[in-house]
Every structure is written in C-alpha cells, then in structure tokens.
C-alpha cells in the first residue's frame, strides 16, 4: 500500500512540474527573416514575462515554460507591434511562425521587471487641484497651492519666488506647462523656476501634477514629475452673443495685504473669449509686533530689537497683470485658440540676504515680468 501511494504522489508532482519549450521563426511580409527582433511572452495567470531575440536566422526559443497560456509580443524597428496569444502544452514543444508588416513599433516601458502594459493601463500618480482650492490655499502666491497635496510640497525661497517640489526634487527635475504648452525653458536657473508665481491664481481653473517616473516621457527635465497649469476657457454663447462680467475684492489681516480682480467674457456661437485683470498689495508679516526675540540687544539689555537696524525680512511686493484668452471656431472639428499672459511683481526682496555680505547686495527682486503666450 506505501508503494502505490508513493508512486502516486510521484506521477501528481511529475505532471505539476511538466514543462514545455515554445520556438519559432520570425519573418518580414516577403518572407525574410527578421534578426535581432525583440521577443516577450507573459503567462496569463502570473503576468511576468521573459525576454529573448531572434538569432541570425530568425530563431527564438524560451524554455522551462510551464503549460498555460501566454501572450506573445513581437518588437522590431521599422514593423508593427506584433501580438497573439499562445498555449504551450506539457505534451510536446510548440514550434510557430511570425509574420511582421511594416509599420511603426511602440514600446511602453514599466518600472516593474519583466512586466509591460499598454500605457492607457498603467497606473499613475496624479494630483488635481481645482479652482476653490486654487483661490482658498494661494492668497499671496500661486505656488501656495500645493500645501496642502499628498506627495508634493510648497518651496519659497522669497516672498515672491516659490515652486511646486516633486519627490524631493525641484527646479530642472520638475517641467511646467501651461496648457501644455512648455513653460520650462534652458534659460532659467538651476534651482527653481523664477517666473512660475508670475502665473496669477485667478487665470486658472486646475492645476495639474503627474508624479513619479511616468513624467519622465515629457523630457530630461521631468524626474520628478510634471505640473501643468490649465487656465480658464472662454465660453461660446447660444442663439445670441452672452456678455459676463465677474468682480472679486480680497483682504488679509495677517499681513494687511489687498487686491481684487475683474473678469470680462463674451461669447458667440463661434467665438468665445474673456480678459481678466488682476492686482494686489502684499504687506510685511511681522510676528510680536515686529520685535526680533533672538535679537542680543533684546536678550542682554532689554531693549526693542530695531533700535539699531530692522533684522526682520522685508515680505511685502506687489503683483498686478492680467490674461487674455479667445476662441474662435469656424467649424465644428476645428477651434483656434490664442493666449496670453502679463505678469509683473515689483519691490520684492530675498529672505537670505538682507544687510549683505560675502560680496552681495541687498537682494532687491525688481520688476520681474512676465510675457507668455501661445497659439
């Protein structure tokens, strides 16, 4: 009785562990071999794929596969992507052949080894900020409104130059655009982008961030992630033109800061278009009422910290501009759109450099500006 349980037990595990080989011969439309061709096969049930080339003949072979389904992948330059499913057998070894047309070869790459996805399938982290949060979470600058996101932080490195920072990179590893259209160029310096909080928050209605690996297909400079800037859309009217206008005032006690903005809008059916004005004054944030607690002066002799100089930072500026967007439709399928955007911050100044020092000057921030536009 032990023996025939045994070799029982032995048969199940010989057929559990049964595996087979699958090869074949991959050839262009005239029915030449196709060397050097890229080939991926990934098992229904597991998804994890191997990887092989065809030879000088055309060959390939993967081994050690156990019986099931796969999907097969074939990837050439200059043929299209080639796909089919297979079942490989414990019974005997699966020879085929494959046929490559011409046309072009995509290649979408995971961060996983030996995985591939169709990039509509691979996940992504995305925030999306809209435009309440936008308005309650940037009052002085637009970078604001990225404190309070998951996965990505606020950077200020004045109180009118701040960016939005990816996985703990920034600057020339985090691309922006507005409306995808670039707005990181090679000109701007190595740390963060000095005109992003020229973009005014009342221009846009959401902003968007990509982070991790995946923002890497919009350029060198994306490692971290991509943020895009979406702005306000101009609106088509009905069977008669529309006219709107909006006016919002805003005010901070903290910092005795003020501005407002106007938004004027007019649409047709074929057109559609808005001009929106902005300005405000930020003033100085003074904590105990501007009395410096770790002055010497205050410590050892008791006196107001500012009787000599002012160490505090200078934190107000000024920022106005506006932004003019139209829409014109001749057809159904087709839409022109224009925009463009004036930015101007005044009287800022650095939190680092206030008496100079190792050769610098006070660090005044004047008159940065900002054109952009697109068609």
Not at 154 to 165: D, E, K, L, N, W
């Given at each position: 009785?032990?023996?025939?349980?045994?070799?029982?037990?032995?048969?199940?595990?010989?057929?559990?562990?049964?595996?087979?080989?699958?090869?074949?011969?991959?050839?262009?439309?005239?029915?030449?071999?196709?060397?050097?061709?890229?080939?991926?096969?990934?098992?229904?049930?597991?998804?994890?794929?191997?990887?092989?080339?065809?030879?000088?003949?055309?060959?390939?072979?993967?081994?050690?596969?156990?019986?099931?389904?796969?999907?097969?992948?074939?990837?050439?330059?200059?043929?299209?992507?080639?796909?089919?499913?297979?079942?490989?057998?414990?019974?005997?070894?699966?020879?085929?052949?494959?046929?490559?047309?011409?046309?072009?070869?995509?290649?979408?790459?995971?961060?996983?080894?030996?995985?591939?996805?169709?990039?509509?399938?691979?996940?992504?982290?995305?925030?999306?900020?809209?435009?309440?949060?936008?308005?309650?979470?940037?009052?002085?600058?637009?970078?604001?409104?990225?404190?309070?996101?998951?996965?990505?932080n606020f950077q200020r490195t004045s109180p009118t130059i701040g960016a939005i920072v990816i996985r703990g990179l920034t600057g020339k590893n985090v691309v922006n655009f507005?409306?995808?259209?670039?707005?990181?160029?090679?000109?701007?310096?190595?740390?963060?982008?000095?005109?992003?909080?020229?973009?005014?928050?009342?221009n846009l209605q959401a902003i968007e961030v990509l982070r991790g690996p995946n923002g890497a297909q919009y350029g060198s400079d994306s490692l971290a992630g991509t943020v895009?800037?979406?702005?306000?859309?101009?609106?088509?009217?009905?069977?008669?033109?529309?006219?709107?206008?909006?006016?919002?005032?805003?005010?901070?006690?903290?910092?005795?800061?003020?501005?407002?903005?106007?938004?004027?809008?007019?649409?047709?059916?074929?057109?559609?278009?808005?001009?929106?004005?902005?300005?405000?004054?930020?003033?100085?944030?003074?904590?105990?009422?501007?009395?410096?607690?770790?002055?010497?002066?205050?410590?050892?002799?008791?006196?107001?910290?500012?009787?000599?100089?002012?160490?505090?930072?200078?934190?107000?500026?000024?920022?106005?501009?506006?932004?003019?967007?139209?829409?014109?439709?001749?057809?159904?399928?087709?839409?022109?759109?224009?925009?463009?955007?004036?930015?101007?911050?005044?009287?800022?100044?650095?939190?680092?450099?206030?008496?100079?020092?190792?050769?610098?000057?006070?660090?005044?921030?004047?008159?940065?500006?900002?054109?952009?536009?697109?068609?």
């Amino acid at each position: 009785m032990s023996l025939s349980v045994l070799m029982l037990l032995f048969a199940v595990n010989a057929r559990a562990n049964a595996q087979s080989s699958i090869s074949g011969t991959v050839k262009d439309q005239n029915g030449d071999v196709v060397s050097g061709a890229t080939i991926n096969i990934r098992s229904d049930r597991s998804r994890v794929g191997l990887t092989t080339s065809t030879n000088g003949d055309g060959e390939f072979t993967f081994k050690g596969l156990a019986a099931g389904g796969y999907d097969l992948r074939v990837i050439a330059q200059g043929f299209s992507v080639f796909e089919q499913e297979v079942q490989v057998t414990s019974s005997n070894a699966s020879a085929m052949t494959v046929t490559l047309s011409i046309g072009e070869s995509r290649v979408t790459v995971t961060a996983e080894i030996g995985r591939w996805e169709e990039a509509k399938n691979v996940s992504q982290a995305v925030n999306i900020i809209g435009t309440d949060q936008i308005l309650q979470r940037a009052p002085t600058v637009l970078a604001q409104a990225a404190e309070e996101e998951v996965g990505i932080n606020f950077q200020r490195t004045s109180p009118t130059i701040g960016a939005i920072v990816i996985r703990g990179l920034t600057g020339k590893n985090v691309v922006n655009f507005v409306d995808g259209v670039r707005y990181t160029n090679g000109a701007q310096r190595g740390g963060i982008n000095s005109f992003f909080n020229l973009n005014d928050a009342t221009n846009l209605q959401a902003i968007e961030v990509l982070r991790g690996p995946n923002g890497a297909q919009y350029g060198s400079d994306s490692l971290a992630g991509t943020v895009n800037l979406v702005t306000k859309t101009g609106v088509y009217g009905g069977d008669s033109s529309e006219f709107h206008a909006d006016f919002s005032l805003g005010f901070n006690t903290a910092d005795r800061s003020y501005g407002s903005n106007t938004l004027f809008s007019y649409g047709t059916q074929k057109f559609g278009g808005y001009v929106n004005l902005v300005g405000r004054r930020v003033g100085d944030l003074r904590t105990a009422d501007g009395l410096d607690s770790h002055s010497a002066i205050t410590r050892f002799l008791g006196l107001p910290s500012n009787i000599l100089y002012d160490r505090n930072p200078d934190t107000g500026f000024q920022q106005y501009g506006g932004a003019f967007r139209m829409h014109y439709a001749p057809r159904s399928d087709q839409q022109l759109i224009f925009y463009y955007n004036r930015g101007q911050q005044d009287d800022g100044k650095r939190h680092d450099q206030l008496v100079g020092g190792d050769g610098n000057l006070i660090a005044d921030l004047r008159n940065l500006m900002l054109d952009f536009g697109y068609v």
